[in-house]
């Protein structure tokens, strides 16, 4: 059981180039999310999907676009890097959302995406 | 401005002692919170939550505590192991999504 892959691991990139990491789960999970970690920052939230073919800004979406067009798997995609964007990418998932009453908490991670734009 | 705050970077505690982890927030509608654990090139790991129904929850050596008043709460662990080194992530919602404290880097020394 893979839980939660996230390719690639590591990547560099120049600025105005563009990519798409991908996030794919074997666990059936409905919800998916994309976070970044930034240094003395939490995770913050740039898009999430809460079902195949949905897709939801987070905290910070700006400069990022993202896709769900199979459950298992939820892209996110820059269009033009900046050096701003610099920055470890986490993807997650769970089962349902935590308004659900049967909610156990928590979510599933990948390992990350460590992203640099020179 | 950070509507959760974990003001300790880093905390050192001896193996055997007990460990506490402190997380502060702001917004007064959340009500559902959650610690995650992180070591390094991994992603983070759910560890424990709590509901605002609750001040306490308990798994393991692992105890969360919530005091709303406060808005304040922390994860105790004991005894601390060396292999509980990590950095700890507290969480909070008000309805879909969480918002994450900055970390706290816990090193347990043998």
């Known amino acids: 059981n893979a839980g939660v892959t996230q390719t690639p691991k590591f990547r560099v990139l120049k600025t105005g180039q563009s990519m798409t990491l991908l996030c794919a789960q074997d666990?059936?999970?409905?919800?998916m999310y994309w976070y970044r970690q930034d240094p003395g920052m939490g995770l913050r939230l740039i898009h999430y999907?809460?079902?195949?073919?949905?897709?939801a800004k987070g905290e910070v979406p700006d400069g990022y676009n993202v896709s769900r067009l199979k459950k298992q798997n939820f892209l996110l995609g820059l269009e033009s890097a900046a050096p701003s964007q610099t920055s470890v990418y986490f993807c997650?998932?769970?089962?349902?959302?935590?308004?659900?009453?049967?909610?156990?908490?928590?979510?599933?991670f990948g390992s990350g995406t460590r992203l640099t734009v020179v | 401005d950070q509507q959760v705050k974990q003001n300790s970077p880093s905390l050192s505690v001896q193996e055997g002692r007990i460990s506490i982890l402190n997380c502060d927030y702001t917004?007064?509608?959340?009500?559902?919170f959650l610690w995650y654990k992180k070591y390094p090139a991994e992603g983070p790991t759910f560890l424990i939550s709590?509901?605002?129904?609750?001040d306490k929850n308990e798994d393991g050596r692992f105890t969360v505590f919530l005091n709303k008043s406060a808005k304040h709460l922390s994860l105790h662990i004991v005894p601390s192991q060396p292999g509980d080194s990590a950095v700890y992530f507290c969480?909070?919602?008000?309805?879909?999504?969480?918002?994450f404290g900055p970390g706290t880097r816990l090193s347990v020394l043998p």
């Open positions: 969480a909070a919602s008000a309805w879909q999504n969480f918002v």
């Open positions: 999907s809460v079902g195949e073919g949905t897709t």
């Open positions: 666990m059936n999970h409905e919800y």
């Open positions: 997650a998932s769970s089962y349902e959302g935590r308004q659900a009453a049967s909610w156990s908490g928590g979510y599933t």
């Open positions: 709590i509901s605002s129904i609750k």
């Open positions: 917004n007064s509608m959340f009500d559902y």
